[in-house]
């Protein structure tokens, strides 16, 4: 199954409860150039029909699942995502080294697969909600260290706030930032804690920008989408 792939580092997030609206702002970002992101909610209320539906508006899919089990399962998890033609799939870093390199295994080294990168610090975690959970460091530090067990099991890059663009990036020029927690100037920062704009984060060294809100509620997704592209360091604008 050919893999389709995203003109723009912009990647809306698809946070909706069922197909119907999914879909519909699908249909406004065909042709955008974007990539979308299903997650947990929309993938658990249409299953893979929903990437078909996708696919089918030719539009890549970044499947965010965050697989985090025991080394089989996530394995096997990974390889089924696989096989949905998901442009880009993950798993948690913090799932150990065993697990994150079962994945990698699952799905090959080839680039003919999708790209495989690991969540590192979720967006809505801050130093002290860290320590709540046992992790008294700040976040660039975990970051950091996830991070670096990613890379040295072989996948594609890791999820990241802006902040920890920098730290990312240190670990070498092809090692991806997926980069959640962006909001256009204007825009309300909702339930993320560590956030950036779309100009800084790519000026920072994000190489996908996952966008939700600021994208899915405007009145043309397409042209909101044109509208951060613009903004971006060394994007040209689509005609």
């Known amino acids: 199954m050919a893999i389709l792939t995203p003109a ?37 209320a249409e299953g893979p029909s929903i990437l078909a539906a996708l696919r089918e508006l030719e539009l890549p899919v970044f499947l965010d699942l965050k697989f985090h089990d025991i080394p089989n399962t996530v394995a096997g998890a990974c390889r089924a995502a696989a096989g949905l033609g998901a442009w880009m799939i993950n798993v948690h870093a913090s799932g150990g080294r065993d697990m994150l390199s079962a994945a990698r295994d699952a799905i090959g080294g080839d680039r003919h697969g999708p790209l495989l990168i690991a969540v590192t610090v979720l967006t809505s975690l801050d130093r002290p909600r860290l320590a709540e959970v046992g992790l008294d460091v700040e976040p660039a530090a975990q970051v950091e260290r996830l991070a670096r067990l990613t890379r040295d099991c072989g996948l594609d890059g890791v999820v990241c706030s802006p902040q ?50 600021p994208i899915t509620r405007a009145p043309v997704p397409a042209e909101a989408v044109a509208a951060i592209a613009a903004s971006l360091p060394g994007i040209r604008r689509q005609d």
């Open 164 to 213: 920890e663009l920098a730290v990312v990036k240190a670990l070498g020029h092809d090692f991806l930032a997926v980069t959640p927690g962006v909001r256009p100037p204007g825009s309300a920062q909702d339930d993320q804690q560590r956030i950036a704009t779309p100009a800084a984060a790519v000026s920072a060294g994000a190489d996908y920008l996952v966008i939700g809100r």
């Open 8 to 44: 723009l580092p912009i990647i809306v997030a698809l946070d909706y409860a069922n197909a119907t609206d999914a879909l519909a702002t699908a249909r406004a970002l065909r042709g955008s150039g974007c990539a979308v992101k299903v997650g947990k909610e929309l993938f658990t």
